[in-house]
Structures are given as structure tokens and as C-alpha cells.
């Protein structure tokens, strides 16, 4: 519904807009929270871990801020080079931090479990793909089709829906066919999505072939996101399920911001070296430039160079700025394909087969009967002993039904 809002606001007001109408829907979240939510509190939860706070926002500034300027100055630049290696610095200095903590931010510890890593790492891997493939998709729809914001956020429903199928499949699936197999058939699917885009993308694609496209991505991005976000919170015991929960929604974060910085970056790299080689030599210095800030750029100088008379020359910089953009999207899609059949590949190798069994407390649990307790037994002990690092022992229920 986000994008089918926000184009509907930009079609009629500014673009700041957004800002204001999203203000009350979070207040109306806020509220909601307050009144339904139970509260829940550690009674002996540590001070906040301001260092590492500090090092993960610097690690994660520098290094995003280094991608986005790498297409202006060159990624092999002194000043790239330079910002790359300082964010290395911030992250091994963040994990020493985090190692000797008393009470850390963030438990690096976890990361020895390889199936809370590997799960971690297939989110990260499935939102760099859904943020830089929104990124692109949506100029792709505005400019180089023309759609209005409205009529870009409504095609892009095929994504949103299957999704959603792909959600409640992959959670049912995983548990019949194995966590490993599931996500990792879904980063296959986003593999091949990104294929498909980067072989057939042209300006006169049919929508229907788009909306196809759209779904096998939405089927993979389900398959892979909700299986992989149970092995996070499965891998860990209840008292942490906060920190697999902010570890979940990290791995996102970081994944999409990662995912609009690089793939962003490199359609940037392309479309820029790709315009300056195909444009005309008779578009005059000042429009060349702001050209190659954007496609938007570009077409909105073209409409300008048609309407002071030169057509030709305006129907040129369109021409050259749209094989400019497609090309950029192609090795933008591979590259995001690219990520994409390496996290398969990392799926393969360390998630578990099966997700866990967890324990719940006596008077959380639902009756179950004898088979499904024989089944849930014997796969929470397939569990514990794939697992480097198991997970404690279910206690048994009283059977008196008092608390334990």
C-alpha cells in the first residue's frame, strides 16, 4: 500500500506531502501500541551500549556514504579506497568492542551459530534485492514508460502479492520440505528474475511479461525471507528474542540501504559512462551535465532542447539517455542477480535441513496430540544434533497443568 499512497499523494501535492500524511498514520501506530501492547520490561537489563552504537552508525555511515560517492570520484580513487578501508577499521573495532562488553549491543557470539548466521545472511541478501530492484523499477516505469506515480505504484501490486503467497507457502513448505531447500529454491528464483530482466529489458517490454517477472521475484523474496527469519528467531532461546528480533529487522535495514547504495551506484557508473559515449557532440556542456545526473534529468533537458526549437537534437538526448538507462538496469540486474546466486549458494552450504523445534513454557503450549509430540521430539533431536551449537533441552509440562 506504501507505493500506491505515495504516488496518489504525489500526483496531487508536493513531494513533501508524504512527510505529512505518514505523521498521523505513525501517531495512530504509536497509540495503538500503547493502549494494546502488555508492557514488558527486563528487571535487570544493562545500561545501553553507547560505544557500539556509536561504531555500528559510523561503520554503516562510511561505508554507504563511500558506495553512493564512488560512480562522482571512481572506485578505485584514493578517496574510495580511502573510505572502504576505514569502514573495515569501524567494524573490526565494533566487534572487539562488542567481544569485551559486558553487556554488548549486539552478541557477535550468535554469529558462531551457523544457522542464525546463514539465515541472517539470506535476509540481507533477499532486501539488497527488493530495495535496489524498487530503486530501479520505479524510474524504469516513470521515465522510460511514462506511467504517473499513482499508475507505478499500482503496477507494482504483482510484487506485493505473491509476496505474500510466497510468505505463507514458505513458512508451511519449510517445515515439510526443509528450511535449507526453501530458501535457498527462493534466492534461486530472485537469481533468475534478475536474468530474466537483464535479457529481455527494452523501453517497449510488455507489462505482462513485467508483471510476470514481478511475480517470480515476489514467489523468491517469500520463499527466502520468512523461512530464513524463523531460523533467526528459532536459533536462539526465548530470554534473547529481542535481540533476534532487532537482529532480524538490522539484517534488513542494512540489506536494503546496501542495496539502494550498490546497485544505485552501479547503474550510476554505467549510465554515466554510457551517456558521455553515446550522447550528441552538439548538446551544449551545461545540458550534458545535468543529463547526467539522471534519466529524469535527461528527459526533462530534451523536453526543454524540443521546446526552443531543435527537435532532432531533443529526440537524440532522449534516445541516448534511455540506451543509457537500459544498459545501466542490465548490469544493475546482474549484479543483483550476482548477490543473489552467492547467497543460494551460502544457503546450500550452512542452513540447517530442518527448522527448530522450540520449547515453549507450560502455559503458553497448546495440546498436541501424541504424534505430533513424537514428531516435534524427534525433530528437535535431528535438530540438536545437526546444530554446532544446540539449543537448550525442552522441559516437559506439568500434568497437573500448574505452572512449572
Same mark, same amino acid.
Given at each position: 500500500?506504501?507505493?500506491?499512497?505515495?504516488?496518489?499523494?504525489?500526483?496531487?501535492?508536493?513531494?513533501?506531502?508524504?512527510?505529512?500524511?505518514?505523521?498521523?498514520?505513525?501517531?495512530?501506530?504509536?497509540?495503538?501500541?500503547?493502549?494494546?501492547?502488555?508492557?514488558?520490561?527486563?528487571?535487570?537489563?544493562?545500561?545501553?551500549?553507547?560505544?557500539?552504537?556509536?561504531?555500528?552508525?559510523?561503520?554503516?555511515?562510511?561505508?554507504?556514504?563511500?558506495?553512493?560517492?564512488?560512480?562522482?570520484?571512481?572506485?578505485?580513487?584514493?578517496?574510495?579506497?580511502?573510505?572502504?578501508?576505514?569502514?573495515?577499521?569501524?567494524?573490526?573495532?565494533?566487534?572487539?568492542?562488542?567481544?569485551?562488553?559486558?553487556?554488548?549491543?549486539?552478541?557477535?557470539?550468535?554469529?558462531?551459530?551457523?544457522?542464525?548466521?546463514?539465515?541472517?545472511?539470506?535476509?540481507?541478501?533477499?532486501?539488497?534485492?527488493?530495495?535496489?530492484?524498487?530503486?530501479?523499477?520505479?524510474?524504469?516505469?516513470?521515465?522510460?514508460?511514462?506511467?504517473?506515480?499513482?499508475?507505478?505504484?499500482?503496477?507494482?501490486?504483482?510484487?506485493?502479492?505473491?509476496?505474500?503467497?510466497?510468505? %505463507?507457502?514458505?513458512?508451511?513448505?519449510?517445515?515439510?520440505?526443509?528450511?535449507?531447500?526453501?530458501?535457498?529454491?527462493?534466492?534461486?528464483?530472485?537469481?533468475?528474475?534478475?536474468?530474466?530482466?537483464?535479457?529481455?529489458?527494452?523501453?517497449?517490454?510488455?507489462?505482462?511479461?513485467?508483471?510476470?517477472?514481478?511475480?517470480?521475484?515476489?514467489?523468491?523474496?517469500?520463499?527466502?525471507?520468512?523461512?530464513?527469519?524463523?531460523?533467526?528467531?528459532?536459533?536462539?532461546?526465548?530470554?534473547?528474542?529481542?535481540?533476534?528480533?532487532?537482529?532480524?529487522?538490522?539484517?534488513?535495514?542494512?540489506?536494503?540501504?546496501?542495496?539502494?547504495?550498490?546497485?544505485?551506484?552501479?547503474?550510476?557508473?554505467?549510465?554515466?559512462?554510457?551517456?558521455?559515449?553515446?550522447?550528441?557532440?552538439?548538446?551544449?556542456?551545461?545540458?550534458?551535465?545535468?543529463?547526467?545526473?539522471?534519466?529524469?534529468?535527461?528527459?526533462?533537458?530534451?523536453?526543454?532542447?524540443?521546446?526552443?526549437?531543435?527537435?532532432?537534437?531533443?529526440?537524440?538526448?532522449?534516445?541516448?539517455?534511455?540506451?543509457?538507462?537500459?544498459?545501466?538496469?542490465?548490469?544493475?540486474?546482474?549484479?543483483?542477480?550476482?548477490?543473489?546466486?552467492?547467497?543460494?549458494?551460502?544457503? %546450500?552450504?550452512?542452513?540447517?535441513?530442518?527448522?527448530?523445534?522450540?520449547?515453549?513454557?507450560?502455559?503458553?503450549?497448546?495440546?498436541?496430540?501424541?504424534?505430533?509430540?513424537?514428531?516435534?521430539?524427534?525433530?528437535?533431536?535431528?535438530?540438536?544434533?545437526?546444530?554446532?551449537?544446540?539449543?537448550?533441552?525442552?522441559?516437559?509440562?506439568?500434568?497437573?497443568?500448574?505452572?512449572?
Amino acid at each position: 500500500m506504501g507505493p500506491i499512497a505515495g504516488g496518489w499523494l504525489l500526483e496531487h501535492f508536493r513531494w513533501a506531502a508524504i512527510f505529512i500524511a505518514m505523521a498521523p498514520v505513525a501517531a495512530a501506530a504509536a497509540i495503538g501500541v500503547a493502549l494494546a501492547v502488555p508492557t514488558s520490561k527486563d528487571p535487570d537489563a544493562a545500561a545501553p551500549d553507547i560505544p557500539g552504537l556509536v561504531l555500528s552508525s559510523a561503520t554503516m555511515a562510511l561505508l554507504v556514504f563511500t558506495i553512493i560517492e564512488a560512480p562522482a570520484y571512481g572506485w578505485a580513487a584514493a578517496r574510495s579506497v580511502a573510505g572502504f578501508a576505514g569502514s573495515a577499521v569501524l567494524l573490526a573495532a565494533f566487534i572487539v568492542r562488542e567481544r569485551r562488553a559486558a553487556h554488548p549491543m549486539l552478541d557477535v557470539a550468535l554469529f558462531r551459530n551457523l544457522r542464525f548466521s546463514a539465515a541472517s545472511g539470506a535476509v540481507t541478501v533477499s532486501f539488497f534485492t527488493l530495495f535496489g530492484f524498487i530503486f530501479l523499477i520505479t524510474q524504469y516505469f516513470q521515465f522510460v514508460r511514462g506511467y504517473a506515480p499513482l499508475s507505478t505504484g499500482v503496477r507494482l501490486l504483482p510484487v506485493a502479492l505473491s509476496v505474500g503467497i510466497g510468505s %505463507v507457502a514458505g513458512t508451511q513448505l519449510a517445515v515439510r520440505a526443509g528450511t535449507k531447500l526453501v530458501v535457498t529454491t527462493g534466492l534461486v528464483a530472485v537469481a533468475g528474475f534478475y536474468g530474466w530482466v537483464a535479457a529481455t529489458t527494452s523501453a517497449t517490454l510488455s507489462y505482462g511479461t513485467i508483471a510476470a517477472q514481478m511475480v517470480v521475484y515476489g514467489l523468491g523474496l517469500g520463499l527466502t525471507s520468512a523461512p530464513a527469519t524463523e531460523s533467526i528467531m528459532g536459533a536462539i532461546s526465548r530470554a534473547k528474542a529481542g535481540v533476534g528480533s532487532a537482529v532480524n529487522d538490522s539484517t534488513r535495514l542494512i540489506g536494503g540501504t546496501l542495496g539502494v547504495a550498490v546497485i544505485g551506484s552501479v547503474y550510476a557508473s554505467v549510465y554515466g559512462s554510457r551517456l558521455s559515449a553515446t550522447l550528441p557532440a552538439s548538446v551544449p556542456g551545461r545540458v550534458a551535465a545535468a543529463a547526467h545526473q539522471s534519466v529524469g534529468a535527461a528527459y526533462a533537458a530534451a523536453g526543454q532542447i524540443t521546446a526552443l526549437g531543435h527537435p532532432a537534437l531533443g529526440q537524440a538526448l532522449q534516445h541516448a539517455s534511455t540506451n543509457a538507462f537500459l544498459r545501466g538496469l542490465t548490469v544493475g540486474a546482474l549484479v543483483a542477480g550476482g548477490v543473489a546466486a552467492a547467497g543460494a549458494l551460502l544457503a %546450500v552450504l550452512f542452513l540447517p535441513a530442518q527448522p527448530a523445534v522450540t520449547a515453549q513454557p507450560a502455559e503458553l503450549a497448546r495440546p498436541a496430540s501424541p504424534a505430533a509430540s513424537a514428531a516435534a521430539i524427534l525433530a528437535g533431536a535431528h535438530e540438536t544434533r545437526a546444530e554446532a551449537d544446540p539449543a537448550p533441552a525442552p522441559r516437559p509440562a506439568p500434568g497437573n497443568g500448574s505452572r512449572p
